[in-house]
């Protein structure tokens, strides 16, 4: 069976669509069957692994017309890389949605079709706390927040983790926290050093060792519709998702690697 992980923040530009898509890129390239839910109008992990979202049958089928999401998923060109397409018709499936039974379970019936057939579905979600938004925490099995290394991502935190508990208390009470991810961290500057030193001291355990740093690479990477461990894997970038893979797995008990053994150095930028 299948671990579901939504990656959510209402913060725009704090690297969720990113995150996704390298995240699966890894994922696949270890082996394991991953599916990416695209639940972001703006379709930018569609677009990022090389799909037109104007071309294709997508999530808002599912939602709204009850379509079988087997028949709309489509497989990438990275290895083990599936995706359940997004359009931007999405923006009218949360109106479309609200005088519907179960609407904040529409996406949770949908998975749980084809649950069983991957390793891994993440879902990438809309900056934004809606209906689309609440569908993804109600299906997923754990959530992951990244937060940018700037003051004003984390003022949006303590709303998001509000959101989570009402999931939690209301729609899914088996929902955990997977990790909250720091992202855009750049060592060259003051604040962001204090945002890291903030987050570990607020959050703890919670916060995932990995830090994503910034690097030309990964926005790069999704104008040739790549993820950045097939379009340079030596990159600072690629290694940095590569651990945040290995400690995943290592979290979720799918992989024997050592605590010390389970970061790759990272020299000089490349």
Wanted: some cysteine.
């Amino acid at each position: 069976m299948g671990k579901i992980i939504a990656i959510a923040n209402q913060k725009g530009g704090v690297g969720k669509t990113t995150t996704t898509i390298n995240l699966c890129g890894c994922l696949g390239v270890l082996e394991y069957k991953t599916l990416i839910i695209d639940a972001d109008p703006q379709a930018n992990a569609t677009s990022g692994v090389g799909l037109d979202p104007k071309n294709t049958k997508n999530i808002y089928d599912c939602l709204i017309n009850d379509a079988d999401p087997a028949e709309l998923i489509i497989k990438t060109d990275n290895p083990n890389l599936y995706i359940l397409p997004s359009h931007i018709d999405l923006v009218g499936a949360e109106l479309e949605m609200i005088n519907l039974p179960n609407r904040e379970h529409k996406l949770k019936f949908a998975l749980e079709k084809i649950k069983d057939d991957y390793d891994f579905i993440i879902i990438d979600c809309s900056p934004s706390l809606g209906l689309i938004t609440v569908n993804a925490l109600t299906a997923a099995d754990s959530v992951m927040v990244p937060v940018q290394c700037e003051y004003f991502a984390l003022e949006g935190l303590g709303k998001l983790l509000n959101t989570i508990k009402i999931v939690q208390g209301r729609l899914n009470t088996d929902l955990e926290i997977e990790g909250i991810l720091l992202t855009m961290y750049d060592t060259r500057l003051r604040l962001a050093n204090q945002v890291v030193e903030e987050v570990k001291m607020h959050f703890q355990e919670i916060v995932f060792d990995t830090v994503i740093h910034r690097n030309t690479k990964l926005g790069e990477a999704p104008s040739y519709g790549e993820t950045i461990i097939m379009h340079d894997a030596g990159s600072k970038g690629a290694i940095n998702y590569l651990n945040l893979t290995r400690e995943l797995l290592q979290k979720n008990n799918l992989t024997k690697i050592a605590n010390e053994d389970k970061k790759i150095n990272i020299g000089d930028e490349l």
